[in-house]
């Protein structure tokens, strides 16, 4: 059983040159920008500032990642944000492709997406990506708590649609204000780290 009070910041990478080999089992984080990773985590760890937040969206341009004695989290900076510059945008690509290009001992990739709204392009492209590559992965539907109960009913029901192409993957509403997700999200972990 893992300790996730026992869990700590490693490092963070900003370019392909800095990326160690993986020598651990990785959990990863994906998402867009502002789609709230950083919260998830503090929450998923039981801290408050272990992760960043930023209300600046775009602010993680690294990956950072947070280990334990024998696995390692992985969180990747968010897509799809439009102010940056192309050659920042590049980097981004690149970093994105080497990460998951390198042989990485990838157990589960967890794709956030904000509840609120529809799907992205970005996030079906990641989706896509991740199903084209064969990495096992569950979703997070982040920001669950800013849904009233007919909002979320119709939100429940439309994504049904957007995720027609995914009948199989697991989607776990989420809230760090409220903890709801924390356990299903834990124990996804657990069963791909058995």
Request: net charge positive; glycine share 6%.
């Amino acid at each position: 059983m893992l300790n996730y009070n026992k869990i700590e910041f490693e490092i963070a990478f900003g370019t392909v040159s800095q990326l160690t080999e993986s020598d651990l089992p990785e959990i990863v984080f994906s998402g867009r920008s502002n789609v709230g990773k950083s919260s998830l985590l503090n929450k998923l760890f039981n801290r408050k500032n272990l992760a960043r937040v930023s209300a600046t969206p775009g602010k993680t341009i690294t990956i950072n990642f947070f280990r334990s004695e024998n696995v390692r989290f992985a969180d990747l900076p968010g897509y799809g944000f439009a102010r940056r510059s192309n050659g920042e945008k590049r980097r981004w690509a690149q970093l994105m492709e080497y990460y998951f290009a390198s042989g990485r001992q990838i157990r589960l990739v967890v794709q956030l997406i904000d509840m609120r709204h529809p799907m992205t392009a970005d996030d079906r492209d990641m989706l896509h990506y991740l199903r084209e590559n064969r990495y096992d992965c569950v979703v997070a539907l982040t920001k669950a708590d800013k849904l009233n109960k007919t909002e979320r009913a119709a939100r429940l029901q439309q994504l049904e649609e957007e995720f027609a192409d995914y009948p199989n993957l697991v989607r776990i509403p989420f809230s760090s204000q409220t903890g709801e997700g924390v356990n299903e999200l834990k124990a996804e972990i657990e069963k791909r780290l058995e």
